[in-house]
């Protein structure tokens, strides 16, 4: 899935390490969230939203959404 | 004003900090207890291959205890991703044991290969988990 995280943590100066340590996930998972491996779950998802103070479909692209 | 220290010392950092030393506590601990559950097992050694009964049920009792707990707590410092890798590893660690387990059992009972080993399968499952889940977590 693709997402706005790579910019949205650049936009505040964070290492991939600073992000997960907020969200509680590693840095490797950050990595596989930004590069599209791993879609977050829902929980990760709402709590990503939140840090940056957006609604998920501002940090998610909803690929089916045409569907 | 804010410098680069300041960035890579984050709350976030000093979180996800915690959260390794957390891990790597909880991994000690794990094989801490494993190793006390070894240390039962090698009191009771009579010889090799044989273990006083007592000791047997204690080392079973003491597996029956350390293993849940160890699996639960490391778990828990896990995040979700590493989660899934390790669920990822267990399901193959499973094909393998199962394909493993009945393809020699298949082949002994054609004469091919010597009956099976279960320390054998038991090794090379736990080994096999193991890399597999060591691959998963390099993004393999």
Known sequence: ?67 | MMNSRMIEEGEGVRAARARCRSHWRTAMLSILAAVGVALIMLLGKTGPGHLQPIYAIATVAAMAIVLPLAIYFNNRTKDELDRLNALKANSFGFYVAVLGGWSWLVLANGGLVPPPNMLALVLATSLLTMARYLMLKMGR
Not at chain 1, 2 to 26: D, P, T, Y
Not at chain 1, 35 to 56: N, Q
């Open chain 1, 1 to 67: 899935m693709k997402n706005r995280l790579r910019v949205l943590r650049a936009e505040r100066g964070w290492s991939q390490l600073e992000l997960g340590g907020r969200i509680g996930v590693s840095r490797q998972a950050v990595n596989a969230i930004e590069t599209g491996k791993h879609d977050p779950s829902l929980p990760l998802a709402f709590r990503i939203a939140r840090l940056f103070d957006l609604r998920i479909e501002e940090v998610f692209d909803d690929e089916f959404k045409d569907d």
